[in-house]
């Protein structure tokens, strides 16, 4: 997959390589801005039980 991309890019090694890095950090930013906040809420992970006593760990 990555080859495909590479080879389907634009330009010398350099212009292919700050292309990629622009398309990496693009992909980044939609992560973090669209798509994490949205599945935030489906996840599981502030669903925290805790059972025992205090200083149980002891």
Known sequence: ???WIWR???????????ISLVLVLAV????????FPWAEP???FNDV??????????
């Open 28 to 35: 980044v930013y939609v992560l973090f801005q669209y798509v």
């Open 8 to 18: 389907h890019l634009p330009g010398n090694a350099w212009v292919r390589a700050i």
């Open 49 to 58: 039980t805790v059972d025992g006593e205090e200083g149980a760990a002891r």
């Open 42 to 44: 489906l996840l599981p």
């Open 1 to 3: 997959m990555y080859g």
